[in-house]
């Protein structure tokens, strides 16, 4: 079974829409959990982190489900420059090691 | 912020030679590197934890001997890709979380990638 895992998309969807992704993970040990953002053929670059009450960024908010061992990432009011691929990453139970969903990928249309 | 810089972007390469990719930390110490690869249309696969002054710790199925890791000091971790074949290219990407941080805080700076394309 995969450390992290989430729906590779891609979600497609209009400006302006509200889009959600979720992010399961297998190691109820993992303390600690992010979503990185990476544009095509660049390295991935932090969005934020998920904090156990849930945070918001502007029209980014995350939360953190540990019962049902999930994240998740809302995008309201999306823009063009939101297209990207949405990496969920989980830091192990030993604490030393990163694991990185398969990404899901986000387009958004004019 | 803190930055990562890897070298060289992009290299090409002949089967059966051998490849170094260099990680520094620039503007601070990292005791732990991590080394992932990449592959088209998936995701990081995390290789090895690269710990300053010992060995690397492997991850299942990556062959230590292959890839070669080295942690010599605090800024530096080398990828060596020995003995390259076309099925190990790919993009091979470093991270680092800075010494000093809190088990569980977390932000990892990344390098900008290292594309390796062997013939």
């Known amino acids: 079974r995969k450390e992290v895992e989430q729906d590779p998309g891609p979600f497609n969807v209009p400006e302006g829409a509200t889009v959600a992704f979720n992010c399961t993970y297998s190691?109820?040990?993992?303390?600690?959990f992010f979503w990185y953002r990476q544009d095509c053929r660049k390295e991935p670059k932090l969005l934020m982190s998920?904090?156990?009450s849930g945070n918001e960024d502007g029209r980014f908010t995350a939360q953190l489900n540990r019962a049902s061992q999930y994240i998740s990432l809302l995008i309201r009011d999306s823009k063009l420059s939101d297209s990207a691929t949405y990496l969920c990453v989980v830091n192990s139970g030993n604490f030393n090691k990163f694991y990185f969903g398969s990404g899901t990928k986000l387009n958004v249309k004019p | 912020g803190a930055v990562v810089s890897q070298h060289p972007s992009r290299v090409i390469c002949k089967s059966g030679t051998s490849v170094k990719i260099e990680c520094r930390s620039l503007?601070?110490?990292?005791?732990?590197m991590f080394w992932y690869r990449q592959f088209p249309k998936q995701s990081l696969m995390l290789m090895a934890t690269s710990n300053e002054g010992s060995k690397a710790t492997y991850e299942q199925g990556v062959e230590k001997d292959k890839f070669l890791i080295n942690h010599a000091s605090l800024t530096l971790s080398t990828l060596t890709v020995t003995s390259a074949h076309p099925e190990d290219s790919s993009f091979y990407i470093c991270?680092?979380?800075?010494?000093?941080?809190?088990?569980?805080?977390?932000?990892?700076?990344f390098g900008e990638g290292s594309r390796l394309t062997v013939l």
């Open positions: 998920v904090y156990s």
């Open positions: 190691n109820s040990a993992s303390q600690s």
């Open positions: 503007d601070f110490q990292a005791t732990t």
């Open positions: 991270s680092a979380k800075r010494t000093g941080t809190s088990s569980n805080a977390g932000e990892l700076f």
